[in-house]
Structures are given as structure tokens and as C-alpha cells.
């Protein structure tokens, strides 16, 4: 009988051991699926979705309580998400100061192209007017940047070519007048500036010009009247 009691108490033990080795197997079959699938949620989350999306995915992030395998590609991707919200958030906020500080036609360019390519992810009924309003403000600059670059770069030869081109300025600033900065202001009426002082040194050269012509002839009368 001791025998026979030794030998059921080995399966006994047996089953014991397989029972707890069956049950860490279901353990780390369980965490490994719960692995899989919060690497497959988080590699699935874009950096480029909308504004809305990228909110709703670091909110899911955040709220994700993840195995110690995913915690350090979570918390990445998290980060990275939070980011670029805040970039585009940035982008939109700022867009109008940086419309203030732009006084030439390449950054105006510049900004609204980076506008127009962003636009599509501003769903947010209030960022996206800011984007809007930036665009078309955009477009009054351009305009305006290309004629007063224009009369900033060609060459005048004539007081009424230098009137022409002060009264273009002066015009452009008139009409784009409500989308323009102080800065932007001041950079078009520094180029009436500049054309006024041409204008007299163009004045003064050609009198200077006129009186050396008439001390010319008359040193060449005197001349003549002296032989």
C-alpha cells in the first residue's frame, strides 16, 4: 500500500506542475496577445491624419495601459503625435504674426504654400478659419509684394517715370492697405522713400548736368572772343 500511495501522490504532484505549467502558458499566451495587438494599435496611428485625429489618438494613447514590451513605443509614438499637434496648432496660431513680419514676395510664397499643403488637416471648424483667412490674406500680399518689387527693381530715367512709379506705390498701398502690418507699411513707404531721393539726385545731376553745359559754352565763347 506504501507504494501505491507514494505512486499517486508522484501523479499528484505531476498534474500539479503540468496544471501550473499550463497555466503560465496561458498567462504569457494572453500577454503576448495583448502585446500584438497594442504594437498593432500603435504602429497603425499616423503622424499625418487631422487635427481632430491626431487629438483623438493621444488621448487613446494616453489612456492605453501597456505591457512592458510596448511602453517605450508607446510613449514614443505618443510623443510624436503630441507634436505634430502641436506644430500644426503652432502653424495656425502664429500664422497671421507671421503674415505681419513678412515683407517680401518669397516669404508671403513660402508661408502660403505651406498653408495650402496643411490645409486639408485643419478640421477644426475654428483653426480652420484662421488658415483660411491666413490664405486669402496670402493672395492680397503676393499681389501687393510683386507690383512694389517691381517698382523698387526697374530703372528710371525720367522725373514722370519716377512719378509714375511713386504714385503706383502709393496706390498699392491704398488698396492692400487692410491686410497689411506696420512693417509692411513702412518697408512700401521706404521705397517712395528711396524714389524721392533718386528723383532729386536725378534732378540735381541733370541741373549740374545743365550748368556744366552752360560754363561750357561760355568758356568756349570767351575763348573764341579772346583769339
Known amino acids: 500500500m506504501a507504494g501505491l500511495d507514494s505512486a499517486v501522490q508522484k501523479i499528484r504532484n505531476a498534474i500539479k506542475v503540468l496544471e501550473q505549467d499550463k497555466k503560465q502558458l496561458e498567462e504569457r499566451f494572453l ?7 497594442q504594437e498593432s494599435v500603435i504602429n497603425a496611428i499616423s503622424l499625418s491624419g487631422s487635427i481632430t485625429q491626431l487629438r483623438d489618438n493621444v488621448t487613446t494613447l494616453s489612456e492605453m495601459n501597456p505591457v512592458d514590451e510596448v511602453e517605450l513605443l508607446l510613449t514614443e509614438k505618443r510623443n510624436a503625435v503630441a507634436q505634430e499637434l502641436t506644430r500644426l496648432t503652432m502653424f495656425a496660431n502664429s500664422f497671421s504674426d507671421s503674415l505681419d513680419k513678412a515683407v517680401d514676395h518669397k516669404t508671403a510664397s513660402q508661408l502660403r504654400d505651406e498653408a495650402i499643403r496643411l490645409q ?4 477644426d471648424s475654428e483653426i480652420k478659419q484662421l488658415i483660411e483667412a491666413g490664405i486669402f490674406r496670402c493672395d492680397s500680399l503676393l499681389k501687393f509684394f510683386n507690383d512694389f518689387e517691381k517698382f523698387r527693381n526697374r ?3 525720367s522725373p514722370e517715370e519716377f512719378g509714375e512709379a511713386i504714385s503706383g506705390v502709393k496706390i498699392g498701398i491704398d488698396e492692400a492697405s487692410k491686410h497689411l502690418s506696420e512693417l509692411q507699411k513702412q518697408a512700401a513707404e521706404s521705397i517712395i522713400q528711396t524714389l524721392n531721393n533718386d528723383l532729386a539726385y536725378s534732378l540735381i545731376s541733370e541741373f549740374v548736368f545743365q550748368i556744366l553745359q552752360l560754363l561750357c559754352c561760355s568758356l568756349s565763347l570767351v ?3 579772346i583769339n
Do not use: F, P, S, T
Not at 500577454?31 to 495587438?37: N, P, S, V, W
Open 31 to 37: 500577454q503576448d496577445e495583448k502585446r500584438l495587438r
Open 120 to 123: 486639408n488637416r485643419y478640421d
Open 155 to 157: 530703372i528710371y530715367v
Open 223 to 225: 575763348c573764341k572772343v
